[in-house]
């Protein structure tokens, strides 16, 4: 899925390696249920990725009339720890 991050990456490649399966879950059901909060996962951070933070998740997703806009996910992702 392509879900970028403001640096133009994925998320996915933030997502500490034992939390993807977490996201992933997040962004299906966000999907299938139009909003999910998830629960806590680890994001890698910083310049050389070793800065390691506990988010949490809340996404909403738009579907729009495929002649116009593309459908799109927003998400507010709050640090914890």
Known sequence: MPNSDESGGLIQELVHLGDLEKLTCHLKETLTNGSATSGLYKLRL???KT???HVQTKSKFFAF?????PDFIM?????VE
């Open 46 to 48: 910083g310049p050389d």
């Open 51 to 53: 800065k390691i933070v």
């Open 65 to 69: 009339n495929p002649n116009t806009e």
């Open 75 to 79: 998400a507010t992702h709050s640090i």
